[in-house]
């Protein structure tokens, strides 16, 4: 065959054509990863590790590692490193070459890239185990070690250290005999081994035996065996007795484990007989059932269950094992939790041929549909991050592309969206992904855009573009005269671009439109850019190219050339590179000789020479351009022609088979030396892992195949080449293989009706033949194309509409080997479908309705209702639900409305949607009306037993007509309307007025009407509530009782008198106590009132210990007081004495005892029978230093106190007790015993000082026990007989004694001692001490260590006596080597140390030595100054209205702290109080504070130097605020019409108690201000009103937080509010408006301006209609009353006239016997209402509302529980309080119920209260006015209390009423 010449520039050879035996065919296939790290990879560091990542596709892949967040890993020498086949290998490494950021759980990814996209792998991490020594330890499981015959052993073969247990295998158990033989032990009936490595033994008598077990070292490899292991049986059963089993093993409750592991339970016990195992799982409730009838592939073996082949999540449960025999049993419970696998993620479609312009949903999700709900995901497009999809205008793939949680939406498709698209889940800890391939049909580069030929001037810039469409996306190459110019590099098609560094040219290069456009930019053209540019677009298909020529003007040039090498023989082309312009002629030369063009060559239009048929040889070509200017340019080329290479045919053998060998040559037969032979395979280099060897011979080259394999076939080529040509030749090599899967089909999942893919793709050769089979229970079905199935060339199978579930079978076959299979499970997934079973629905108004629908789909499926498009909303009225949910797949949604109205006539559309699809359904609904709701009647006149009412029977013109009319009432709101407790009266026109007769006193009536025509009956009107008046109760308390709690209170309880007795609401209680008998140390009678509403019980304090009292109690309410019950008795217990022992005495018996004496305490202070006394004495030094003292307990009024400290002072407390506790300790005495014979001297020095003498010097003895007087001091020498001694008279100030004794003999051994003497002798010597006279003494130093603690400034002496001959030399020395003290000024002569002025840089340790020619010696002193403490961190506890707490930490001091200074002051005073404080306090109450106000507070330490610096300031404020600026209207005013009554008692007070108020009325069109006078301390006025009359009442409160002053404008109305009770229950937020807000609701000024303008007449009927129609709209309103109320309104601080404060009335003290009455001037009588009748108020403007929420909790800040009054009596205690129920003018008296466990503080007449807060209704109780009692020790200042907290948190709970 005629070989054809092609010359490219870019490389000096030809290129031959091709000849291939195969053509080339492009199946584009985007990467996909096959093998990538696990999660985890665990390596040693001495064997490292080795991670592979590799894929598929075409074309070819290539492979990245990257770190997690996606950057480019790099290699680490020695380290960590990239193979050449692309796997990155951790090498080994040392321990001390451990870091912690490449081996410790370093985190990183792969990917594969081809020109398609980009895949990346799940990221995984890299952890290192360092290798160290580890051994097995075989241990018992047994506790004890003990084994009785025949029951269990179990042996654990231990990792030690236990952190590689992950990593090791258990491998064999051996068995030792006697002779050391080992033997491997198997599973039998003696030996049973754990699936976790556990050797199970039943162990025989007199059993002893070793053991030895072998494990494998997973991470490399090695095998190590334990030590042996002894088992003894160190009982046996005929020794034992009958037992029962016990429990011997550890025993875990819960259980861990992951899917697929291997598992043993292990539950070990002693018994004898041997006991018998039972397990079992629990399957439902307390049902067990024997674990092999749930899980029969579980191993059960006596103690032990395995479940050898791993748990499933199956396994999960509760298990139990029994263990008995014939003498008893246990049981043993485990909770075993399976954990799941990672969970599976598909993003679907995984493949799809894409079509511009079309729109493609992306769906990631989970092998459940909740995974991927619950889990982080991120998206990723060829390797890169998507973030959500923004507003890009460009209509980039940022615009394009919308991420919504699990779907990824692509718009427009473009053919830069090719590639790889992926979704990972990050679910836990797992990390999983799925990937989907959107590809483009394969196509050839095609040139869009070129550039056109140009002729110049030098300068101008120049741009050279290209655009070019393919796919793969073709890269587009510059070229100018045949050289490289620009190209793209391997990294990224569209850039960076390589240019060369002979042009400077700037380029660029991006897709647009889906193609890809390259640029050449020259800034200023120059005559050398002139010349033929090229660009070549290129993909893997083919490539496209043009060309044209830049001519600019200039002079002629040719470009040098390099030498050229040519093929002999074929058509060659020489280019002229040249420029400049004009050229004029172009000549060519040979070998210097103009050539003959006629011939052989041609000059090509472009300047090139074209040889035909050239000849081999050597020549020398030249080029010579020139212009009509005479102008010309030359250059010429070296060009070698040789003979190109020849190659023999071959080819490959047919039938060649997987395994077989073969073998291919390829000869060259001709062609110039030297030649060069090389193999491609499919075009590329054989790749290493073929294992296909090439064998060269000379010129002939053998390719190897030693076992073939599938991937063997291809294309083998043969390239021989030299410098002329390179030539190849080709042959096909295909090697039968039986089929193996390259695409597994899986289970999957798809829509109900939608089209689903399900790939089997095989590979083998020849092709596999597929097909696909539907598998039924006992038969299937070859599935042929249909209109529902479709299988593709590929042997996918597309199912078009798919409808059911069903189990499917992929076959693929080629007739080598037997074939492959894979079964699977199509799952349809049904998308929300609805459908509903009525289309129309008509209703009466008012009715009920029920709209359903039926919904199925697969869950979870959401239904909602819509009303005309528009959506509903959940309420009371109009109720979504869903019912009938059996089947998972189909259940009822119901939209039920409770009433229906007109409106309410519609279309309902009910809409189904699940996460697969959405579907509605619709109906219509009809309402027919029903007549309206009648108007409200009006209240007319209220009595006790009777109800008058006026009727309005005006009705609406658009109602059918009205025949009669219903009123029905009842007694109150709990009873049902649709009960026959309601009384009916029909009612017809025309009458206007109702009674209702025969009622019961006050009580609550509902009253309403309805409506009737032929329809039907109407919705009944808005029921109004009406109270009877009240009649006083005619029956007393019943069941009373009374109880002691404590020596001093009485828990009376009681209940309510009989109903019918009542006679209306019980307001409260009147408790009677009094003495029996009554005497005159005793107090008169005591009466207290309980409030109703706080229980039946109340608790009466303050009483005589040991004293009876008689009880009665009386019921009131607002009518009068029932009658009084039965007297009771009760007497109160003993309690501990109020006075200590009196007239303490003592008097010293002894120098270790003394006598104690004292008087019992007064008798009227006793509280109960004196049982004994208690002693209570310690040395007066140990009790300031916070010593225990002892205490010693005795019945006498003396005692004698024994082993105490000789002449010591004693502090001495008594105390009495009785059978109710202890007294108080008695005030201090002090006693000193006598003196005593003294220890020893402490310690003795006796040194030799210089010839004939010795220095004595001691220290005085530790406990003198006297006052001592002199010191004896005694010697005596060998040769004496009598001892010597000589006294030392004491001075009493002396810390260190010395005394020269001489005239002794030298080189004499003498022994001293000294003794110590007090007026009563001497005592004990202190040890003898030797010495020996030296005529020349060592120097040694007489003085003692001594350590001196002086103030700054003050004085200080260091003492250093120092003995020797020749005299010693001092020298002085402070902290060890500094420089010596040499100033006479401070040592004195005796060598002490003398400081005048003590500094601090004087404190420290100094030494003394002394030194002469003999010796030397040294003595340490220390001086540690004195400071005043240091500052301390102030901390706030807790804060109550009038108290706050503080703690702090004890500051470090030298000498002890002996106190604190704590001052204090509020934010508006200058001046600070201060308290004192012990030293041994870590917190303090600051007390009798004011209520809401700011404070500032700081501490500061004492000691004996001085007082310390003061801590950081700290700023609080007590709690409680002004009172409320908008209190809840109905808990302070109310009324029926003929009255309105204030209580005051129910303003909400801020926490803080009322200290003055002021009370103003006016009547609203006329008059001036009235100021309410008050006729008693009472809160509670009741003014007598007219009917339909307006007022304004102005309210002023101050309380120590502030002042509030508030307007409110009230019109009397007829109606009664319900109950006091029920108001409480549904109170809701009252709209009080204040300030400017009041002015700027419209609700508010449009009825201010209509009154204005209108009539008094105008305006009524105005307010009747509005409030009539708002009865039926969405009204505010308080339980179930009417609309007919008193109204109110409120201005804050709108006071015509300056509040003068003077006329705020001060909260009194007391209660006092005066009327509660204020009352205005009224013709008309005040009828007598109860306290809690309740008249009902509304704000102007404001709707009503059905429904208001409950009564808020108000801790601490309600009403206390009672009061106490001794001084007035029943009848007028009754009379007084009237409407003011107990507890009411809580601020004006002390509660004594509240105050518990006094104790005495610093200051004697102080006392702290424990519990201040009691319960729901307890307050801060304010206390005033109060003189002392004797009797109870309690101390109270007018005005101010003081009572204190005694520890945070404490409170005391009383006891709680029936009602909380």
């Known amino acids: 065959m005629k070989a054809h010449a092609i010359w490219i520039w870019s490389v000096p050879a030809l290129l031959l054509t091709c000849h291939c035996a195969g053509s080339l065919s492009l199946n584009l296939e985007g990467p996909e990863l096959r093998q990538h790290p696990p999660p985890v990879t665990y390596f040693s560091n001495s064997v490292g590790v080795t991670l592979k990542c590799t894929g598929a596709g075409h074309p070819p892949l290539s492979t990245k590692w990257l770190t997690a967040d996606g950057n480019h890993l790099t290699e680490i020498p020695g380290i960590r490193e990239i193979t050449k086949n692309n796997s990155l290998h951790f090498l080994p490494f040392r321990r001390e070459d451990f870091l912690s950021s490449i081996h410790h759980d370093s985190r990183y990814r792969c990917s594969v890239t081809n020109p398609i996209g980009t895949t990346l792998s799940p990221i995984f991490a890299i952890r290192t185990i360092i290798d160290e020594p580890f051994k097995f330890e075989i241990s018992s499981a047994v506790d004890s070690g003990e084994i009785i015959e025949g029951n269990p052993a179990v042996l654990n073969c231990d990792v030690k250290p236990s952190v590689y247990k992950d990593f090791v295998k258990i491998i064999h158990w051996k068995s030792v005999d006697q002779y050391g033989h080992e033997t491997e032990i198997e599973s039998d ?156 993620v598909e993003l679907l479609p995984q493949k799809r041929t894409a079509v511009t312009g079309q729109n493609v949903d992306l769906n990631c999700r989970g092998e459940t549909p909740d995974v991927a709900n619950h889990a982080e995901i991120t998206w990723f497009h060829n390797g890169k991050s998507l973030g959500l999809g923004g507003d890009d205008e460009s209509g980039g793939a940022g615009a394009r592309m919308r991420i919504s949680s699990t779907r990824l939406s692509i718009l427009n498709m473009r053919y830069e969206d090719q590639g790889v698209f992926q979704c990972f889940l990050q679910i836990g800890m797992h990390h999983v992904g799925a990937s989907s391939n959107l590809l483009f049909p394969a196509s050839e580069p095609e040139l869009l855009h070129t550039f056109i030929s140009q002729t110049l001037q030098p300068g101008p810039m120049v741009s050279l573009k290209c655009s070019a469409f393919g796919n793969p996306r073709p890269t587009i190459t510059f070229y100018n005269d045949g050289d490289l110019v620009l190209s793209p590099t391997a990294e990224d098609d569209q850039g960076p671009w390589r240019k060369s560094s002979n042009h400077p040219y700037a380029s660029g290069s991006y897709v647009h439109m889906n193609e890809i456009v390259s640029h050449v ?474 009674v209702l007769r025969s009622l019961n006193p006050v009580t609550n009536y509902e009253i309403r009407i309805l409506a009737m025509n032929e329809i039907g009956q109407s919705l009944p009107t808005q029921p109004i509530s009406v109270l009877t008046l009240p009649e006083a109760p005619s029956g007393p308390p019943l069941n009373v009782t009374a109880i002691h709690t404590s020596s001093r209170t009485i828990l009376v309880q009681w209940e309510q008198p009989h109903p019918n007795l009542i006679n209306g609401v019980i307001l409260g209680y009147h408790v009677l106590v009094s003495p029996v008998p009554i005497t005159s140390t005793l107090s008169n009678s005591s009466s207290k009132l309980i409030d109703e509403k706080w229980g039946y019980q109340t608790e009466v304090n303050e009483l005589r210990p040991n004293s009876r009292y008689r009880i009665s109690i009386r019921a009131y309410n607002s009518a009068g007081v029932g009658p009084e019950s039965p007297f009771i008795s009760v007497t109160t217990p003993e309690g501990a004495p109020e006075s200590p022992p009196v007239n303490v005495m003592c008097e010293p018996l002894s120098p270790k005892s003394f006598q104690v004496m004292w008087e019992p305490p007064p008798p009227h202070l006793a509280n109960g029978i004196i049982q004994g006394y208690k002693v209570i004495y310690s040395p007066a030094e140990y009790e300031l230093q916070g010593e225990k003292p002892e205490i010693k307990k005795t019945g006498n009024r003396e005692t004698t106190l024994h082993g105490l400290l000789s002449y010591t002072n004693y502090s001495v407390r008594t105390l009495a007790y009785t059978g109710g506790g202890e007294s108080l300790p008695s005030h201090p005495v002090f006693c000193t015993t006598d003196e005593d014979l003294p220890e020893e001297p402490s310690l003795v020095k006796v040194l030799s000082s210089g010839p004939n003498s010795i220095s004595v010097s001691w220290l005085p003895p530790r406990f003198p026990n006297g006052i001592i007087t002199k010191y004896k001091i005694a010697w005596k020498s060998e040769d004496l007989e009598t001892e010597k001694e000589r006294y030392y008279m004491a001075s009493g100030n002396e810390d260190q004694m010395l005394m020269e004794v001489r005239r002794l003999r030298d080189n004499k051994r003498y022994t001293f001692s000294v003794t110590a003497a007090t007026s009563l002798g001497q005592g004990k010597p202190s040890e003898s001490v030797d010495v020996v006279v030296m005529a020349k003494a060592p120097a040694k130093i007489a003085s003692f260590p001594v350590t001196r603690r002086p103030k700054l400034g003050q004085s200080t002496t260091l003492p250093c006596l120092s003995v020797g001959f020749p005299n010693p030399e001092v020298t002085w020395l402070k902290s060890s080597g500094s420089s010596p003290y040499t100033t006479t000024k401070h040592v004195m002569r005796n060598g002490t140390l003398f400081i005048p002025r003590v500094k601090d840089q004087d404190e420290g340790t100094y030494f003394c030595t002394a030194h002469n020619t003999i010796g030397s010696d040294e003595i340490q002193h220390t001086i540690s100054i004195s400071r005043p403490p240091s ?178 404008s009230v019109e009397s109305s007829p109606e009664f509010f319900t109950n006091y009770e029920k108001l409480m229950q549904n109170n809701g937020d009252q709209s009080v408006v204040s300030g400017s807000a009041l002015l700027s609701d419209p609700h508010i000024i449009v009825p201010i301006i209509s009154a204005c303008i209108c009539t008094v007449a105008v305006i009524i009927c105005i307010f009747i209609v509005v409030k009539r129609k708002t009865a039926n709209g969405n009204g505010w309103k308080m339980g179930n009353s009417s609309s007919q109320q008193t109204w109110l309104s409120s201005d804050d601080f709108r006071i015509e006239k300056p509040l003068d404060k003077s006329k705020i009335e001060e909260a009194p003290g007391n209660s006092s016997g005066m009327s509660i009455y204020a009352t205005l001037n009224s013709r008309q009588s005040m009828p007598m209402t109860i306290r809690d009748s309740t008249v009902r108020f509304q704000t102007f403007g404001q709707v009503e509302n059905y429904d208001a929420p409950p009564l808020p909790h108000q801790p601490c800040f309600g009403r206390p529980r009672g009061n106490f009054s001794s001084s007035i009596s029943h009848e007028e205690l009754v009379m007084q309080e009237g409407f003011n129920a107990p507890g009411h003018n809580a601020h004006d008296s002390l509660n004594l119920q509240a105050i518990r466990n006094l104790r005495r503080v610093s200051n004697p007449n102080e006392y702290s209260v424990e519990d201040i807060c009691s319960h729901d209704y307890a307050h801060p109780y304010q206390v005033v006015s109060v003189n002392r009692d004797p009797t109870t020790n309690l101390d109270v200042y007018d005005g101010r209390h003081t009572l204190r907290k005694q520890k945070q948190g404490k409170r005391s709970r009383g006891y709680p009423n029936q009602q909380d």
Not at 525 to 538: F, L, N, P, Q, Y
Not at 1451 to 1470: A, W
Not at 1582 to 1590: Q, S
Request: proline residues 6%.
């Open 189 to 344: 009936e003696k030996y049973q081994i754990s699936s976790v490595g556990l050797l199970l033994i039943v162990v025989g008598a007199k059993h002893q035996q070793l053991f030895i077990c072998a494990g494998l070292n997973l991470l490399n490899n090695k095998i190590q065996s334990s030590a042996p292991f002894m088992l003894r049986t160190l009982q046996s059963r005929a020794g034992v007795p009958n037992i029962p089993p016990t429990s011997v093993g550890k025993w875990q409750e819960v259980i861990f484990t992951e899917i697929g592991k291997n598992l043993d339970l292990l539950s070990l016990s002693m018994g004898n007989p041997l006991p018998n195992f039972r397990w079992e799982k629990r399957v439902s409730g307390n049902k067990f059932v024997p674990v092999v009838s749930v899980h029969p592939k579980a191993r059960i073996v006596g103690p032990m269950l395995s479940f050898d082949g791993g748990v499933t999540a199956a396994t999960n449960g509760t298990y139990r094992v029994e263990v008995m025999n014939s003498f008893g049993g246990f049981s043993l419970w485990v909770d075993l939790i399976v954990s799941s696998p990672p969970p599976r």
């Open 521 to 994: 930019n020259i800034s200023s053209i120059r005559v050398e850019d002139s010349g033929e540019w090229k660009c070549v677009a290129s993909n893997l298909l083919s490539s496209a190219a043009h060309s044209a020529r830049l001519n600019v003007y200039g002079r002629p040039f040719v470009k040098e050339m390099e030498p050229m090498t040519l093929s002999a023989g074929s058509v060659a082309i020489i280019p002229c590179k040249y420029g400049g312009y004009p050229i004029d002629k172009i000549v060519w030369r040979k070998n210097g000789s103009e050539i003959d063009t006629i011939s052989r060559f041609r000059t090509l239009a472009n300047g090139s020479l074209e040889i035909e048929n050239i000849k081999p040889g050597a020549e020398q070509y030249s080029c010579s351009v020139s212009n009509r200017n005479g102008e010309s340019a030359s250059a010429s080329v070296s060009v070698n022609i040789l003979r190109p290479p020849v190659i023999s045919s071959f080819n490959f053998d047919d039938n060649l088979q997987e395994g077989q060998r073969t073998s291919i040559s390829c000869n060259v037969m001709s062609g110039d030396l030297p030649i060069d032979i090389s193999w491609l395979k499919d075009s590329q280099p054989i790749p290493p892992t073929l294992n296909v060897t090439p064998m060269r011979v000379k010129f002939l080259s053998n390719l190897i195949f030693e076992e073939l394999r599938g991937s063997h076939s291809g294309i083998y080529t043969c390239s021989a080449s030299n410098a002329a040509a390179t030539v190849n030749f080709s042959a096909h090599l295909v090697v039968k293989v039986p089929p193996s899967w390259s695409q597994e089909p899986m289970d999957s999942r798809a829509l109900l009706k939608s089209d689903l893919m399900l790939p089997c793709l095989a590979i083998g050769m020849p092709r596999p033949n597929v097909q696909w089979f539907r598998e039924f229970p006992m038969t299937r079905t070859a599935i042929r194309p249909d209109h529902k199935f479709q299988i593709s060339e590929n042997g996918s199978l597309l199912i078009l509409g798919i409808e059911t579930s069903s189990n499917l079978t992929c076959e693929a076959t080629n007739g080598v080997g037997i074939g492959i299979s894979k079964s699977i499970h199509v799952t349809v997934i049904v998308p929300a479908q609805i459908s509903a079973p009525m289309t129309s629905v008509v209703v009466a108004e008012g009715l009920p309705v029920l709209l359903r629908c039926r919904v199925h789909g697969d869950g979870p499926v959401q239904v909602v209702w819509r009303k005309n498009a528009i959506g509903l909303e959940q309420s009371p009225r109009v109720l979504q639900t869903v019912l009938d949910t059996s089947s998972p797949l189909e259940f009822s949604a119901e939209l039920r409305i409770n009433f229906s109205e007109k409106s309410d006539s519609a279309q309902y559309h009910c809409i189904g949607f699940n996460q697969y699809g959405r579907d509605e359904d619709t109906i219509s609904l009809l309402v027919k009306a029903r007549p309206r709701p009648p108007k409200e009647p009006i209240v007319t006149e209220i009595g006790s037993r009777v109800i008058q009412l006026q009727l309005n029977w005006s009705l609406n013109s658009e109602n059918d007509p009205v025949t009669h009319f219903v009123l029905q009432y009842k007694k109150s709101s709990e009873i049902s309307w649709d009960t026959d407790q309601v009384s009916n009266i029909t009612i017809h026109s025309p009458t206007t007025t109702a």
């Open 1431 to 1608: 500052s301390v961190s102030l901390v706030l506890g807790y804060i109550t209205t009038n108290s706050i707490q503080v703690h702090w930490d004890s500051p470090i001091s030298d000498p002890q702290l002996s106190g604190y200074i704590l001052q204090y002051r509020s934010s508006s005073l200058t001046e600070w109080s201060f308290h004192p404080l012990g030293s041994r306090l870590t917190s303090f109450v600051l007390d009798n504070l004011l209520c809401g106000t700011a404070y500032q507070i700081r501490l500061a330490g004492e000691n004996s130097i001085g007082m310390g610096e003061f801590s950081q300031m700290l700023r609080t404020k007590t709690t409680g605020s002004p009172p409320e600026q908008h209190p809840k209207l109905t808990e302070v005013i109310d009324g029926n019409g003929t009255m309105i009554r204030i209580d005051l008692n129910r303003w909400p007070n801020g926490g803080c108690r009322i200290k003055k108020f002021h009370l103003e009325f006016k009547n609203k069109n006329i008059g001036e201000w009235n100021t309410v006078q008050r006729t008693n301390f009472s809160r509670v006025f009741i003014l007598n009103t007219t009917m339909g009359t307006k007022y304004d009442l102005r309210i002023s409160l101050e309380n120590e937080a502030g002042l509030v002053s508030k307007i409110f």
